[in-house]
């Protein structure tokens, strides 16, 4: 499933031949790749290299001159030479003055120099105007014109002219140019390719976590409190049965953890009595990171579901199934029909296949091109409504489960208390405070504070601008 | 699953310093997201307030001054300041002259106030060039850098060049502003973030409608009625067999209602022998919110099949089934194998699986980035052809499931016909329409009317010119 | 589930009167939409007509004129007319001299006639500037203001200055105008709209064929096999055991197919010992066309997990267990439990499990508004690693399903072997050779070669500077 051209229109883009020459240095891939590109865009180029020879890889049109030859023929020079190379360019300072030079490198390493690529070239030719661009492109990318992922081209430097005229080559070339503003910004474009979802480390190794602590809790208490007490070998149960009671807990904690700040958030805001305070960092980075958690606790519901679906297929429980009905009929005695049984296991199907529901609809709506086209107030009735739906919808699916079993003794072995237990203290915390922060007495108060009143009459000026200013 | 700022590159915006200065009036919670993303973008900024004074919850390196002072500083002026407290710029009225003013206000709700709060800006101060923008971000989300909801700024404004300096300003702030024409658009501006849903709303109370009545329907014709006959309690089945029994009804019914206003459509042409005459107004608007009747018709037949699935789980069935077996056992009676129960069940289940999977798809292409990716042509194909091919595996799939037993008295209860019928109606009508349509003789006609041609002669000319014209 | 307007803000274009005015030559479907969206976005607007009558048609406010006299009011000309009647422009060739003629222009068929309308408009009218666009746009679509589809608009010409005039126009009535280069690429623009999937036809042919041959051999393997050796009739098994066989056999094939071009290119270049050869076409475009392979792939394994999931809601299935259960009940044999049946049951089961959600995952990825947010690495990330993982997990799944059945003669029915063993040969063999590529020896000398290094001593010299560039 690797990027294709369907995206793209695949025509071969023919030019008017009225644009200008670009050079570029180095006749690597991403220099080839991006000659290419411009030549088909109607640039005309001219490579500039240590042994300036055609050569068959290079895209025809293009000529191939020395560094100094090819850069006295444009204004604008593509650098796709690697920093450890730039040395060469000391000598050609004089040629190069005025000129934009655009730093298209990246490193190996996040933070590899002290100071980014783009900013060490500057340094180099002092009398140019750097600009960083392209660098998050790829070669392969830019040739078979698979470019859906990498669209973007994030453009930074301190001559503003310099920059709009790379922006605007950009453009021209079918990408999206983003000013990221002065050059000191090169370094964080230049970390930013080697980025590996940076907002999803927290929530993953979160779940991660509680995956193996529910794992290892259950293994405990199942497998091996059974195999030591009856002597009974039930590993088999890590495949499916475990797993399927680990995935709901991570699930619907993961779903709490997601309303959890939210909760915090107006707690701290009540105690304070103002808005007009930071909440601390690592709550700032919780909110930040709602939207991975959700998905995460997504992911496991689905799993939960896929593994209670499949639960008559498994031999184990057809074994017992139909051992069970076996015995029944040698016996022959009859099996009563319970109808609160068949109520609790019949609601508590239904609420999991609802919370489930709505779980995925969340899901749904906060892809990007779906979250892209709803107001904020819709976004928010999704999210925040149907979101805190889902969570009751779940919870209550989890305590109709447990149903009576809770507290009685026999749940407990080895003094460990079901799991469930253990899930449901997160959720019904959020539910319980949430609960109280609607009470209308409370809800009020909440709600003059976040249009801007304070308790305290320090800050009563800005109290009342709040109240005037939006 | 609140927004974060993955989507956004986290990059702090540090800027060439050569943009110009902004002024913005208010304090409040936008005004100072507003400024501090336009710092980090390189404008600098100066706030106007009643109290002008440094406040920690300023961005650091804006400066804070009174009204008139601030005002002068700038040629773009941000009017962050609810319409209430507009009053004090009568006073201004001078130094405004020929500013831009730009109106960021919302109101609580829609249409509260006879014009938009825009146009009463310019009322006030006549002399300045007022242009709506901005109203539909939000301060959270430009402070977090969370933007992937509202990245969209509409923008309206009698002056062009005023509103193109603010077009410009957005698109420095990385948003994407739309030209929405004139200041008479402010009004629809300022009601868009006080819209819930508004495509959702008939589809959604049309969907909920046939959920309540077929609901009642089924609990009145199973329930209550067995209650009544044969005094049995099986109220139990609200949970989840009478669901199982209304979602597939309603998802076949509203998937018949996407289909049905093109069969109307395509009736009125034929019957009116020309397209040049518009179609009814409710027939226009039920052509316009089809993607949302499918929707909810996808949410539906999600339902149906995950209560499908959780069938074998379910306590009344392996109580039931267990039961069966036993007294199969009890009396030795050998069950004898049907083949064409067989075929006629796993035929039914087939059909279902099919209709669902192509339901899905169809689901997937409208996701808006996917509908994007295709032409025309393609988008017709999957949402016609494969619309029909749907269609036709969900009826067929419910004919199967009647089966024999649709005509037989025994399937009425109270005089009721079972629910299955019913849902019938529509999508037979509209396939036998469908197929009618696209019979040879007729489907001549329609692709003659399409093409512009006409029956009667009084439209000769513009028949004449439907045919020469694209 | 059409498209619709929700997707679009349903604001009125109100314009500020400043805009020039255009004229459109014809009065069809799309002539008229065009104009009336003009008009909403404020240019004032004349229509040329053989038979200029306002109609009610037209939308009010504009104007209707003979050709020449239309023409004379603008400077630039929407072509709303079908290619068979551009004669009747040679006529006023002199009124068109130097003006900006756009031709909106479609054909019926792909390559239709030797050259695009558009230079045979430019053939025709000599004097005058032809752009080619709008013609991907549907006039419903500019009508109801649903333009999700079509909001691209792609446009060539050979004169920049008019080019650039008409993408502002495209900009101004709200659509994405791209430039595709001069009047020679007008061909593929026309080709565009008759597209109907061109990526997705290999992929679909060959698991089309995939699903027929395994569909056959099944029945052939099962149905008729038992049909005449034990007269027995289980025809029905085609409704869902069957396609049950073939879909997971299918998804694996096509899973397996996404990941073999890249195992052949790596042996390709390491077989060459260099990197700068180009691959042949074949191999090209099979990596171009390998998300449409996975996205298949996924679609039956979709597939594969709702037949599964419905197995036990089978007649026959109940049926038969219903059989063996009582059997069991009256010969009073206890079924003992195999703790190696259910460890082997339940493994592939979760295998299998998870190979789904994986897969499920890699589609989401490869949803374009999804992989837009991800940088090259990230992107690498989930659809190589992710995709291996995903591929080992269906193979295992498989693998434990066949157990040790796998080469016992049973499983040969008329020499044919299980169906099972002909879909592990590609995926075995893909993984096998993925697992030698990444052995440290080989591995080292494949990422030398990437990165520019070259076994002969003939190309050393692009050797160096694929060194030193990028």
């Not at 701290?268 to 305070?277: I, P, S, V, W």
Request: aromatic share 12%.
């Amino acid at each position: 499933m690797e990027k294709t051209s369907t995206d793209t229109l695949p025509l071969t883009m023919i030019s008017s031949e009225e644009r200008e020459t670009i050079c570029i240095f180095g006749t690597g891939d991403l220099g080839r790749s991006l000659g290419l590109r411009m030549l088909q865009c109607g640039y005309s180029i001219v490579f500039g290299s240590r042994t300036p020879k055609m050569s068959s890889l290079l895209p025809s049109g293009a000529e191939v001159l020395s560094y100094s030859e090819a850069a006295q023929k444009s204004d604008t020079i593509i650098m796709a030479i690697h920093r450890e190379h730039y040395d060469f360019l000391t000598a050609l300072t004089e040629v190069l003055q005025g000129k934009i030079l655009v730093d298209v490198s990246n490193n190996l390493k996040v933070n590899q120099y002290p100071e980014s690529n783009a900013e060490y070239l500057a340094q180099l030719v002092p009398g140019a105007r750097v600009v960083k661009a392209f660098n998050t492109l790829s070669a392969w990318a830019l040739q078979s014109g698979a470019l859906d992922a990498s669209r973007q081209v994030f453009v930074c430097g301190n001559d503003s002219k310099a920059k709009q005229k790379v922006m605007d080559i950009a453009q021209t070339l079918g990408l999206t140019p983003l000013d990221q503003g002065a050059l000191r910004a090169a370094k964080e474009i230049e970390n930013y390719p080697l980025q590996l979802f940076p907002m999803w480390k927290v929530p993953f190794y979160l779940s991660a976590c509680l995956c193996v602590f529910f794992f290892v809790y259950c293994v405990i208490r199942e497998v091996i409190y059974s195999y030591v007490k009856e002597k009974k070998d039930i590993t088999f149960r890590i495949a499916v049965s475990i797993p399927n009671r680990v995935f709901p807990i991570v699930a619907l904690i993961l779903l709490a953890v997601v309303y959890l700040p939210g909760v915090i958030a107006a707690i701290l805001q009540l105690y304070r009595g103002t808005k007009y305070r930071r909440f601390p960092d690592w709550l700032d980075h919780w909110m930040l990171c709602r939207k991975q958690l959700g998905l995460l606790g997504l992911g496991f519901a689905f799993l939960h579901v896929l593994y209670t679906l499949v639960i008559p297929i498994r031999y184990y429980v057809r074994w017992r199934i139909g051992n069970v009905t076996a015995t029944q009929a040698i016996t022959k005695k009859e099996n009563p029909f319970s109808t609160s049984s068949a109520w609790l296991n019949d609601s508590y199907i239904s609420l999991g296949i609802l919370g489930f529901f709505f779980f995925v609809l969340l899901g749904i709506t906060s892809l990007p091109s779906v979250s892209n086209m709803v107001n904020w107030r819709e976004f928010r009735f999704v999210q925040s409504k149907l979101g805190y739906l889902t969570l009751i919808l779940c919870t209550a699916h989890t305590l109709i489960y447990g149903g009576k079993k809770f507290l009685s003794p026999s749940s407990f072995r080895w003094c460990l208390p079901s799991t469930h237990i253990i899930a449901l203290i997160i959720p019904c915390t959020v539910l319980v405070i949430k609960f109280i922060l609607i009470l209308p007495c409370i809800d009020k108060i909440l709600t003059r504070i976040r249009q801007g009143w304070e308790r305290s009459s320090k800050f009563s000026e800005s109290a009342m601008n709040g109240k005037t200013d939006i």
